[in-house]
């Protein structure tokens, strides 16, 4: 067992973990953080979607101890107490889902997006940058309408992921 520390969603963690421990594993099972999902084992669905010093990752295929040390973002961290992020605002008035499943991690990705390329997405670029994250339900298209009224409202307000 190694002894890990990092930052998660704005506090300060530590716990032991076995070499081959995914950083998703850490998250979920040392830290119960289970709004990041497992959807695949093949690296191709994007639902375990983080943010890794300010980087969208897919926490499945990294280790934990490669995060030693790291600034982590999760979906829980991402609203200001009851205030949702403008991001998941905009996929519940959007109805950008449906079971849910793939909800977080394309929440994730798509913080990272606007982060990445500005506020102002065409329906193309979302698309594409989506293109590792499968919805299993919606057909995408309230997914994309989401993220285009998500991305606008972040860069109304400015905002970026809650904490960095
Ligand atoms: S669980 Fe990570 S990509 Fe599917
Ligand atoms: S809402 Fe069910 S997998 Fe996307």
Redesign the pocket.
């Known amino acids: 067992m190694t002894t890990i520390s990092m930052t998660v969603n704005g506090k300060a963690v530590t716990g032991n973990v076995e070499p081959r421990t995914l950083l998703v594993q850490f998250l979920r099972e040392n830290l119960r953080l289970t709004g990041t999902h497992v959807g695949c084992d093949t690296s191709q669905c994007g639902a375990c979607v983080v943010h890794v010093d300010g980087a969208a990752v897919k926490s499945c295929t990294m280790l934990a101890v490669s995060c030693d040390g790291s600034n982590v973002t999760t979906i829980e961290g991402l609203a200001n107490g009851a205030e949702l992020h403008p991001m998941q605002a905009a996929f519940r008035e959007h109805h950008g ?7 977080p991690g394309m929440i994730m990705s798509a913080v990272d997006m606007v982060n990445r390329l500005g506020p102002d997405l065409d329906e193309k670029t979302i698309r594409e940058e989506l293109e590792g994250n499968i ?4 057909g995408y298209h309230n997914i994309v309408k989401a993220v285009e009224a998500g991305a606008q409202a972040m860069g109304a307000t400015g905002q970026r992921v809650a904490a960095e």
């Open positions: 889902l449906q079971c849910g499943f793939c909800t919805c299993r339900c919606t």
